[in-house]
Nanobody, 119 residues
Framework: QVQLVQSGGGLVQAGGSLRLSCAAS????????IGWYRQAPGTQRDRVAF???????NYADSVKGRFTTSSDNDNNTVYLQMNSLKPEDTAVYYC?????????????WGQGTQVTVSS
């Protein structure tokens, strides 16, 4: 059974930093594509960072240069370091792993964690 457990997040002033963690069980992160997403009230869930199973990383333009995602394969955990936070970064953040089995993709999500940036 695949489970993703998130930690981190909270309330921070604009310009501050936070780090989110996403620990996996039942799946090996380094074998699969991993994404970080966020969803603000009344909006769709958007991807902000992505790590491919090959190790390629990309970011949404809105966070490029401020957010960094990384993985700790020994602990099967991925991180999202968020610096220079802005009020518009306020959202619930989710990690997701995409697992392909027999040609089908199965998406597993973390429980979400609230990030609130005050101005």
């Amino acid at each position: 059974q695949v489970q993703l457990v998130q930690s981190g997040g909270g309330l921070v002033q604009a310009g501050g930093s936070l780090r989110l963690s996403c620990a996996a069980s039942g799946v090996t992160f380094s074998d699969n594509d991993i994404g970080w997403y966020r969803q603000a009230p009344g909006t769709q869930r958007d991807r902000v960072a992505f790590i491919s199973w090959k190790g390629n990383i990309n970011y949404a333009d809105s966070v490029k240069g401020r957010f960094t995602t990384s993985s700790d394969n020994d602990n099967n955990t991925v991180y999202l370091q968020m610096n220079s936070l802005k009020p518009e970064d306020t959202a619930v953040y989710y990690c997701k792993v995409a697992v392909v089995r027999s040609g089908l993709q199965y998406n597993y999500w973390g429980q979400g964690t609230q990030v609130t940036v005050s101005s």
